[in-house]
């Protein structure tokens, strides 16, 4: 876990693992920190695979404790 030494905040974790004899590490990257109801959160998450990137996640919105319906937990056809 990397933490930024001014802010405090996560900026990135390191995870390695072994896959079929050969070292795999799994680099996640939070950057695009915004203030949401208070709580500084990431807007960007990048993940890569052995120093290659795999997937980047932008949000555009983020809410906190939303009321959800019971029905957004049922599965269809039931």
């Known amino acids: 876990h990397y933490i930024g030494a001014e802010t ?3 900026l990135r974790t390191v995870e390695t ?9 799994i680099r996640t990257d939070f950057s695009d920190y915004q203030s949401v109801d208070g709580m500084l959160v990431p807007f ?5 695979m052995s120093g290659k ?4 996640i932008k949000v555009q919105k983020m809410e906190f404790n939303v009321p959800i319906e ?3 937990f049922q599965m269809p056809g039931k």
Do not use: R, Y
Not at 44 to 48: A, D, G, L, P, V
Not at 53 to 56: E, G, M, Q, S
């Open 8 to 10: 405090g905040l996560p």
């Open 17 to 25: 693992f072994e896959q079929q004899g050969m070292k795999q590490e």
């Open 44 to 48: 960007t998450t990048t993940q890569s």
């Open 53 to 56: 990137p795999v997937v980047t």
């Open 70 to 72: 019971d029905e957004f």
